[in-house]
């Protein structure tokens, strides 16, 4: 058997390290969060739980693994540290929300607890599935929010950062909420829904000695009744491969029916090129007047969530859009800038053990950690959002009436009564064992569709949104503020 | 054996489409090409060709295969047609530039000729690879090109989109001219060096109890001290976990000399928050000034071509820039718009074959394609670059003087005297067989650095770079013009 290496080599010189202080098989705690929301998108949707629990039943070192490791760490001599590798499986506990959760800046996505070496060898295989699949899924949340209910359709593998990419971005990309994929491994791997009709090839394979555009426009009629032989319950031309006007949608309409004549309604057009507001309008009224108000029109062609939002304002008569590079690589903002931080730590004094709680401080603000064993209460009244609270995992939740303060702007504050409290973080994984049944993305799907709906429109607006209430209860505040004042050095200019 | 369906579903649905059609098994001609390089950059550099290599090897269909797209396209009941999938092996050619070369847009990269259904029902495949890894590499050269002669170390895997994106990512890196990895498995699969040291979090698993900021300042000095112990000869330490002036410079000179003191030099410092510039100029002093002016100073925290090259324009005294999110994302441009489109298909009449050269007009005159089997030459005058001749395959190479005219702007135009004239594109896979060897990495690296340096730094420069010469050759662009003529539908408004 053999096991990828996914970790940057500092986790195992760490993990070394830890070895030789003899300091490796305490007790850690650590937090994977996000400081900044990708898109200036005030949440992100919490996606890549499956592929992490995955990941983990598949980490662990082989003999291969262990003599390349010696060969390019030949410093490392110890036999008993190759042995602990020999060894490895992760037996310690993580925490996590439900996969396809609505998660705010700084707060634990996963809480990750075992021995110092072990969690720290998990850290970049943790952030990998999570910046990742979490981005994107807030990448097609915010084009499905921009469609207003009309589909959304993934189909950017050929523009995905690889083949991975390519194929967990449309799992993500459909717990996010879109439609379907045209990525068919996703729809094997995941039973997904996929869908695919022609490309422009399509047509061009068509275009035997074309001399004049009226070959041209009697080779696309070819073509297009090629397809509706093959296909005649699912037709859905492209209709740009010369002009949408003189030859795409007048073949079509031709096509169409035909279709009729043998008893078969047609699927409709796509249009990937051109101005898409204009051409859907022209193609709308030929449809409808030669009797296919049915006929859907497919838009494609660079779209994101802006371009989609605008065209449906200005009345664009389409009825689905399909999304490529622009979702499945989050180009606008393509990195969410999850981190995995130290949060707790043991020691031994005298026989006892103790739990330290370190920060970073870090030369950057923003870095600054948060300490402890945390989770996350989410504050509902009347199944609507109010807010979050950051909280000792120690700490009981919030009763009665609940005075929310501003972690930085402590001037703002807030008081609400008669909430829900819903603590989020649960363990997943103990003792080398995932606490839960794998995760379907109909069911992650789910999960964000209902924790996006506790959400206000102010929220979820696509610019400028509404900054969600998301404070730190007393006692962390307490305890962060402690650990700052102990490690910040006076400095003095 | 199971088989990765990498395919968009419409290529499947293409497929049928063409067999119920009887076309299925005729000659097409494929290019793979991009149409405007990411960054505003003037050339990409090609990579992914051992991907795609691999990837056509690895093609095809079994049973579960099988029975999972029956079940997705029930309407295709031809058992015919599946049997063909089941046969399936691509049996074309395949024409690739070598894995590293410079490559214009426009330009084929990949020209893949074989039976129409086998080579469409690559197109995702083939695009991916290129894509991605062509993307990354070229992002690299840029960071590379900034850093102008230091080295730059890729450690982005935690925020790659994707385990691939990680993996593959760090080879197209290692390509475009980085000079390490932390990615471990891209080491263990591909031979390319690797490194690593520490990050914040073995700093605080020694914050033991710290009540006071000396007391903080001696956890870190302990943490050091177990590094330098694990690690005397490979001691880089990352100092600013609480304050890179008052902690952790300090104690990085004192594990230092104790280190001089048992014979072993240190490698440095790192940096990985604050500004770079002023932090690096207090460790240079400190560090000279306390006897250890060869301990290197690596610096880190969200950089990119831009900030590198500024931190390098005042001066700072970075010895080694380690790069993350900006360019295992390319994130100022997440995608190759890389596209596959019909150049030629094959036609019977009366018993004789043909070969059309269908071109896309679309709606938008970018889209346009160049028709035909192509080749691409570069002209070489005393080793130097001075322009690309897109023509057709079956032309002859130019000799004497030539006249080159941009292919918009006809006006545009010069004479090109005593070059060498070398064809890029030559066949790599042929029959179900590679031609070639397996490319390692290394020969890809130094195929880029030669390409690269036949470029002038006018054409390299990172900003608003001077626009190389890539024309067409006269038998292309009349054809080309032609085929535009018979298809260009007369519009009246």
């Known amino acids: 058997m053999s096991f990828p290496l996914l970790f940057d080599f500092y986790e195992l010189t760490m993990a070394y390290g830890y070895f030789r202080a003899g300091i490796h098989e305490r007790t850690a705690v650590f937090d994977l969060f996000y400081r900044k929301g990708p898109f200036e998108h005030p949440y992100v949707l919490f996606v890549g739980l499956e592929g992490v629990l995955q990941g983990i039943e598949n980490f662990g070192f082989g003999e291969d693994e262990i003599r390349y490791l010696q060969s390019v760490a030949p410093q490392i001599r110890d036999e008993q540290f190759w042995d602990l590798l020999r060894r490895f499986r ?43 699949q979490s981005l994107i899924a807030t990448a097609a949340h915010r084009m499905v929010e921009a469609a207003a209910g009309k589909p959304v359709i993934e189909m950017g593998a050929r523009r995905a950062q690889g083949v991975d990419a390519a194929i967990d971005g449309a799992r993500a990309a459909y717990i996010g909420g879109v439609s379907k994929t045209a990525t068919t491994e996703a729809g094997r791997r995941f039973g997904i829904p996929i869908t695919g009709t022609m490309a422009h090839s399509f047509v061009l394979a068509f275009h035997r000695d074309v001399r004049s555009p009226d070959q041209a426009k009697e080779a696309e009629l070819q073509a297009f009744t090629a397809y509706a032989e093959a296909f005649p319950d699912q037709c859905l031309l492209v ?89 499945i690589t989050a180009r606008s903002d393509p990195a969410l800038g999850g981190v995995y931080k130290l949060a707790a730590i043991e020691w031994e004094e005298n026989g006892e053990r103790h739990l330290s709680t370190p920060i970073k401080l870090s030369e950057n603000p923003t870095k600054v950690t948060l300490p402890g064993r945390k989770n996350v209460v989410r504050l509902l009244k009347d199944g609507q959002f109010v807010g979050d609270l950051i ?68 929220h979820r607006r696509l610019h400028m949104p509404h900054e969600p209430h998301v404070d730190l209860s007393d006692a962390l505040y307490e305890r962060w503020m402690a650990e700052i004042h102990r490690r910040r050095m006076e400095k003095v200019q």
Request: net charge negative; proline share 6%; glycine share 6%.
């Open 239 to 327: 209709v740009d491969t010369t002009d949408v006007e003189r030859s795409g949608l007048p073949n079509a309409i031709t096509v169409f029916r035909k279709l009729r004549e043998k008893g078969y309604e047609p699927i409709g057009v796509r249009i990937d090129s051109g101005d898409l507001a204009y051409l859907s309008r022209v193609c709308r009224k030929a449809l409808d007047e030669a009797g296919f108000p049915d006929a859907q029109i497919i838009a494609s062609s660079d779209l994101d969530e802006f371009v989609i939002r605008d065209l449906l304002a200005q009345g664009a008569p389409i009825d689905a859009f399909g999304v490529g590079t622009n979702l």
């Open 90 to 132: 992760f037996h310690g506990t993580i925490y996590a929300p439900e996969e396809g959760t609505v998660m705010f800046p700084r707060e634990p996505m996963l809480r990750v607890e075992g021995k110092l070496f072990e969690v720290q060898l998990l850290e970049t295989m943790l952030l990998t599935y999570v910046n990742h």
């Open 391 to 458: 909280m000792l995992e120690d700490e009981e939740d919030p009763k009665g009436p609940l005075r929310m303060i501003h972690p930085e702007y402590r001037w703002k504050q807030k008081v609400v009564t008669d909430y829900e409290a819903i603590r989020l973080l649960r363990p997943v994984y103990r003792d080398g064992r995932r606490l839960i049944d794998k995760i379907t993305p109909d069911t992650a799907r789910q999960t964000a569709a209902q924790s996006l709906a506790q959400l206000s429109p102010e």
